[in-house]
């Protein structure tokens, strides 16, 4: 891999890891002011609205500027955020403006890698991007578990003394924040590492209503390309059902298995093992040209929920959510690199990883929606999960079909 690509995965670890712990210490923070369930859901609702609502700008942020430079000021915004939560703001305004540096952040990301890395090597750096994602959720999950266990809040004020921060936020939860605070402090100094990739783009017209049809025609372009809106349709969905997922298996873990909140975070680990193992396997063994080939492990993927959805037993579980964890990664790195690949082929990396946010956010907040209502209509969790294994897996068939009728070309 060329220089600086491994300093840009140890600074997405970083700031992806404290994401994921700020999302759990978030939940208990909830759960600490006596609010639903339901609620937890909203948490990553704000945080991928700005991934819509931003989607015509950021793209273009991320072309105008040095990327790494750009991640590390989005990290800056992450921890403005997570400090808003320590001054006592509310869990989901705090956690939408992390959002909002996370939405400027993935173009960003995604962009310079496909300046740093040639063609050849996108599958491979992508199961590498995708491993640290998943290692960034299992380690960033199990340690908010961590940051919220009994044991751990106890220890903390002791170990670092916070009881000034704990008096400002009102919160037991402080010096948990106060650590991902200097997490995301972290991440921006790795990113100001990263050397400048060197590539440059024409400047972009300024104005909201030229940007908003510069991006609408962009849209147009990917949806249309033939590789680029299978891969786009595929990716979109999964994105969608696995976010919502992730707060459906905290829910069945508590109300089926019977665990609290940190070794529920802490059986979601299980998953993420999986995803590791199918994104290296992808990556190692899955070339660019036969992406659209793991369509069907969609589905496959789909039909293994219900199966979950009914175990009722801790020993069972943990093996089956690792080979959903692995179906997942062997079907999103492939895809997620012919995506890139056709996106800077048509568009540009900025703006091609802009339309792939929007669309995948879109899901996401679509899907989010669609759980918090179910869940405030306290609709059974197995239930639920088994209405996305069978969404999952019809979509899947669907665009399998497609693929297999549409013969795409192979990429170069």
């Not at 298996?249 to 298995?257: E, G, N, S, T």
Request: with cysteine; aromatic share 6%.
């Amino acid at each position: 891999m060329p220089g600086g690509f491994h300093l840009l995965i140890a600074a997405q670890f970083v700031s992806a890891l404290a994401d994921n712990a700020l999302l759990i210490v978030a939940i208990a923070l909830l759960a600490e002011q006596g609010l639903p369930g339901w609620w937890a859901p909203m948490l990553k609702f704000g945080f991928t609205l700005s991934y819509v609502v931003l989607a015509p700008f950021v793209g273009v942020l991320a072309d105008a500027v040095p990327k790494a430079r750009l991640m590390a000021w989005m990290n800056a915004v992450k921890l403005a955020g997570a400090a808003l939560m320590l001054g006592g703001v509310h869990p989901i305004a705090g956690f939408a403006l992390v959002g909002l540096g996370a939405a400027a952040y993935a173009p960003a990301k995604y962009g310079l890698v496909t300046e740093l890395v040639p063609a050849r090597q996108l599958v491979a750096a992508n199961g590498w991007i995708e491993v640290s994602v998943v290692c960034a959720a299992l380690l960033g999950t199990v340690l908010g578990g961590v940051l919220v266990s009994p044991a751990v809040m106890g220890a903390l004020p002791a170990i670092v003394p916070m009881a000034s921060l704990t008096a400002l936020a009102g919160s037991v939860h402080a010096p948990a924040l106060a650590l991902l605070i200097a997490g995301y402090a972290l991440a921006s100094a790795l990113n100001r590492g990263i050397p400048d990739s060197g590539a440059r783009y024409p400047p972009q017209p300024i104005g909201v209503r030229r940007l908003c049809l510069d991006f609408h025609r962009d849209h147009l372009r990917l949806w249309r390309d033939r590789e680029g809106g299978l891969s786009l349709a595929a990716t979109t969905l999964v994105w969608g059902v696995a976010a919502t997922l992730q707060f459906a298996v905290l829910r069945w873990a508590i109300d089926v298995l019977g665990l609290g909140l940190d070794r529920a975070a802490y059986l979601q680990a299980a998953v993420a093992v999986g995803v590791i193992g199918g994104a290296a396997a992808a990556g190692r063994w899955v070339p660019l040209h036969a992406a659209r080939r793991m369509l069907p492990v969609g589905i496959v993927l789909g039909l293994m929920l219900p199966v979950v959805a009914s175990i009722e037993r801790v020993a069972l579980a943990v093996p089956m959510l690792m080979l959903v964890g692995a179906a997942g990664g062997l079907l999103v790195v492939p895809l997620n690199a012919l995506l890139q690949h056709r996106g800077c082929t048509v568009l540009t990396a900025g703006r091609s990883i802009a339309v792939q946010g929007f669309n995948e956010n879109a899901s996401v907040l679509a899907m989010l929606a669609v759980y918090g209502s179910l869940m405030a209509a306290q609709m059974p969790i197995r239930t639920l999960m088994w209405g996305f294994g069978a969404i999952i897996a019809a979509a899947m068939c669907a665009l399998s079909w497609r693929a297999a009728r549409s013969h795409p070309s192979t990429p170069g």
